[in-house]
């Protein structure tokens, strides 16, 4: 079992920049794949971006490609999301999730998730 807590979100300016942290508790954090994802009011929840359980392998979806930066530090228990170059399509609730196994962009196959950060990116 995986506990997931995220924090870092807010309001910003077009151009700006956020970084969200998700905080994880329970056992063999290391072991899990993580992925962020989003969901704006009215839209259903899109991929944004996944983290093999080393960090050796990352993947991201076109629409943040080059903006945003996933990492993790198992020591710590926490993966992060550095976002870079905001706009405001990018408003939305962000929701760290965690699965056993291989990373993947399906929401589907994440097992755990966290209760969700709201970022707000205005024009």
């Known amino acids: 079992q995986v506990q997931l807590v995220e924090s870092g979100g807010g309001l910003v300016q077009a151009g700006g920049s956020l970084r969200l942290s998700c905080a994880a508790s329970?056992?063999?954090?290391?072991?899990?794949?993580m992925g962020w994802f989003r969901q704006a009011p009215g839209k259903e929840r899109e991929s944004v971006t996944a983290?093999?359980?080393?960090?050796?392998?990352?993947y991201y979806a076109d629409s943040v490609k080059g903006r945003f930066t996933i990492s993790r530090d198992n020591a710590k228990n926490t993966v992060y999301l550095q976002m870079n170059s905001l706009k405001p399509e990018d408003t939305a609730v962000y929701y760290c999730?965690?699965?056993?196994?291989?990373?993947?962009?399906?929401?589907?196959?994440?097992?755990?998730w966290g209760q969700g950060t709201q970022v707000t990116v205005s024009s």
């Open positions: 999730a965690a699965r056993s196994g291989l990373a993947t962009m399906s929401p589907h196959e994440y097992h755990y």
């Open positions: 329970g056992r063999s954090f290391s072991t899990y794949a």
């Open positions: 983290i093999s359980w080393s960090g050796v392998s990352t």
